[in-house]
């Protein structure tokens, strides 16, 4: 089966970091765009971040920029978002997704999405 798992949510203060983890099986990551949207509550699906072996070059939301990092690991077939200086507006639910082309898809409608991961909880206090 393909499976997308993400981990690594919880409760921080804002100014901490947490690290994401999506761990994937059943299929190749490097095939795909691999990255996070995330959601909150009473706000549209954002994405956040992506990773493609393809385009050869990681995505960053503007919001994000200069503070979270997307990498990868291969041997584990694992993808990471690392959230430093978070803020309470990055709270949000957390979805890992794949797509098999590119990351366009991430910064826009998200009907292209080939698979989801369910999502893990960030909750930045103030």
């Known amino acids: 089966d393909v499976q997308l798992q993400a981990s690594g949510g919880g409760l921080v203060q804002a100014g901490g970091s947490l690290r994401l983890s999506c761990m994937t099986s059943g299929f190749t990551p490097d095939d795909y765009a691999i990255g996070w949207f995330r959601q909150a509550p009473g706000k549209e699906r954002e994405g956040v971040s992506c990773i493609s072996r393809s385009e050869g070059r990681p995505y960053l939301a503007n919001s994000v920029l200069g503070r979270f990092a997307i990498s990868s690991d291969d041997a584990k077939n694992t993808v990471y978002l690392q959230m430093d200086s978070l803020k309470p507006e990055d709270t949000a639910v957390y979805y890992c997704?794949?797509?098999?082309?590119?990351?366009?898809?991430?910064?826009?409608?998200?009907?292209?999405?080939?698979?989801w991961g369910k999502g893990t909880q960030v909750t930045v206090s103030s």
């Open positions: 997704a794949a797509e098999r082309s590119s990351c366009h898809v991430f910064f826009g409608p998200a009907n292209a999405i080939d698979y």
